[in-house]
């Protein structure tokens, strides 16, 4: 039997916005109360705020978490979830007198393109309560960044990314612009495939975003392209 293959590393690189979910062991709640919402929160900020990495959006939910991160610097979104995971697993241990792990494994991450993607996954971060039927509005969810993003609701922890700043010449153009974006349907396609690139932590955007990845990491950032061989004439050569 042969030796399993090495886990690859995440696609990482500075200044690339990540999409990163981190899901409760067997799915079991990691929130117990609003005061764990409150506290992980805080330990976020703090974290963020001394590594440098920016906070676009985020929702809580009852057993997994969503946060759209750009890190100044490879490695720094790891360092946050990991710094991040060992506080509030500690908190959570003693407050509740529990013992084991809390989360499932590592998180997922893939990489956005900031350009023509990331306002997507600022849509479906934030409707992630109305897809599970818990409101009805995503301003009726306190746990997600909806009220900074939308409703101009102050938040020491949101930093707007450009793509978000471009949508209008000051903050209340920015928040009307958005929330009609988040007014639109989000059509079965695009829901699919936010969840298809976050599991496989593939690069999400466009090719040209994904060959950039590519080029820079020197290794694949999305699946392979199936076709039928192309046709070339006979050679006495061996295929390379």
Aim: proline share 8%; net charge positive.
């Amino acid at each position: 039997m042969g030796l399993p293959m090495p886990r690859q590393p995440r696609l990482d690189l500075a200044r690339v916005p990540q999409h990163v979910v981190q899901r409760g062991n067997d799915r079991q709640p990691c929130f117990y109360q609003d005061i764990d919402r409150v506290r992980y929160l805080d330990e976020l900020r703090e974290i963020c705020l001394r590594e440098g990495c920016a906070v676009h959006a985020y929702v809580l939910m009852t057993n997994h978490v969503h946060l759209l991160m750009t890190p100044r610097a490879s490695g720094q979104i790891a360092r946050v979830m990991q710094a991040l995971g060992r506080r509030y697993v500690r908190y959570v241990n003693d407050r509740y007198r529990r013992t084991g792990t809390l989360w499932e494994g590592r998180y997922k991450a893939c990489l956005v393109d900031g350009e023509s993607y990331l306002l997507r996954c600022y849509r479906y971060i934030e409707l992630n309560p109305v897809r599970a039927r818990m409101v009805a509005s995503p301003a009726d969810y306190p746990w997600s960044s909806y009220a900074s993003n939308a409703l101009a609701v102050a938040s020491p922890l949101i930093r707007p990314h450009p793509s978000y700043v471009g949508l209008g010449p000051g903050p209340a153009e920015q928040c009307a612009a958005y929330r009609a974006l988040v007014e639109q349907a989000i059509v079965p396609d695009e829901l699919d495939s936010i969840r298809l690139h976050l599991q496989r932590q593939h690069a999400y955007g466009a090719d040209r975003f994904r060959a950039a990845i590519e080029a820079q990491l020197s290794r694949r950032a999305g699946p392979a392209k199936i076709g039928r061989p192309r046709k070339s004439a006979p050679s006495s050569e061996s295929p390379a």
